[in-house]
C-alpha cells in the first residue's frame, strides 16, 4: 500500500516558468516531508524538508507548500533551470516507529 | 564534501551466483539504509541499521538477501542466489538518525542478473 503518492511520473516545463511537483499522501500521522532530487546514474540528493506544524518553506528558488486536510505537499520551483531536470521524490517521515516511506518520483524535464 | 561510497558501481552476473554489495557510510552517521529503484516501485527500503544493529530488513527477501554492517566504515548486502528479477539499482544511504535528518545517498551499485 503506497502511503506516499506521486502520481504524475513526469512533467516537462519551459525554461523560466514555475515548475509544481505534487505528492499525496494518505497517514494523517507523519511528522515531516522531504523532497530530493536525483540525477541520472547518481544517488538522491536532499532538496528541502518541511515541518507538519508548517505550511510552507521556502530555499531560494524552491518552495514547499503542505496542505494538511487534503494531505497534499507540493514543491515549486521559480524560476525553473535546464539543470532542475531531474528525477524528484517526495519523502514523508513519522518519528514515532522509525518510519519513512519515498514516492515514486516524478520527472521533470526543464525545456531550454 | 562527506560521501556515501557504493561499490561496485555496476555488476553483471548469471543467475543463480552470489552478489555483494558494499557501502561506506559517511563518517559519524550511525544509521544506514539500502534501497532498491526499480521503474515501478520507485525506492523500495530493503534494510536499515543504527549503531550497525539491524532495525528494520521487513522490505528485504529473507530466503536470498542478506544485510550486514561488519564495523562501522562498511555496510553489505548480499543476495545468494541471484535471480533476474533481482536486477535493479541498489542505493546504499546513512544518516546521522533514523529520522529527523536528511539521508545522503551514495550513487548506487546498478546489478544485471542475466
Known amino acids: 500500500d503506497q502511503q506516499v503518492k506521486q502520481n504524475s511520473p513526469s512533467l516537462s516545463v519551459q525554461e523560466g516558468r514555475i515548475s509544481i511537483l505534487n505528492c499525496d499522501y494518505t497517514n494523517s500521522m507523519f511528522d515531516y516531508f522531504l523532497w530530493y532530487k536525483k540525477y541520472p546514474a547518481e544517488g538522491p540528493t536532499f532538496l528541502i524538508s518541511?515541518?507538519?506544524?508548517?505550511d510552507k518553506n521556502e530555499d531560494g528558488r524552491f518552495t514547499v507548500f503542505l496542505n494538511k486536510s487534503a494531505k497534499h505537499l507540493s514543491l515549486h520551483i521559480v524560476p525553473s533551470q535546464p539543470g532542475d531536470s531531474a528525477v524528484y521524490f517526495c519523502a514523508a517521515v513519522r518519528v514515532t516507529g522509525n518510519q519513512f516511506y519515498f514516492g515514486t518520483g516524478t520527472s521533470l524535464t526543464v525545456i531550454p | 564534501d562527506a560521501r556515501v561510497t557504493q561499490t561496485p558501481r555496476h555488476k553483471v552476473t548469471e543467475m543463480g551466483q552470489e552478489v555483494t554489495m558494499r557501502c561506506q557510510p559517511i563518517?559519524?552517521?550511525?544509521?544506514v539504509f539500502w534501497y532498491r529503484q526499480t521503474m515501478m516501485q520507485g525506492l523500495e527500503l530493503l534494510a536499515y541499521?543504527?549503531?550497525?544493529?539491524?532495525?528494520?530488513d521487513s522490505g528485504m527477501p529473507k530466503d536470498r538477501f542478506s544485510a550486514e554492517m561488519p564495523d562501522a566504515t562498511l555496510a553489505t548486502l548480499k543476495i545468494q542466489p541471484s535471480e533476474p528479477r533481482d536486477s535493479a539499482v541498489y542505493f546504499c544511504a546513512s544518516a546521522l538518525r533514523v529520522v529527523n535528518q536528511p539521508q545522503h545517498f551514495g550513487d548506487g551499485t546498478r546489478l544485471s542478473i542475466l
Open positions: 518541511i515541518s507538519s506544524i508548517k
Open positions: 541499521f543504527r549503531n550497525r544493529a539491524p532495525l528494520d
Open positions: 563518517l559519524g552517521h550511525n544509521t
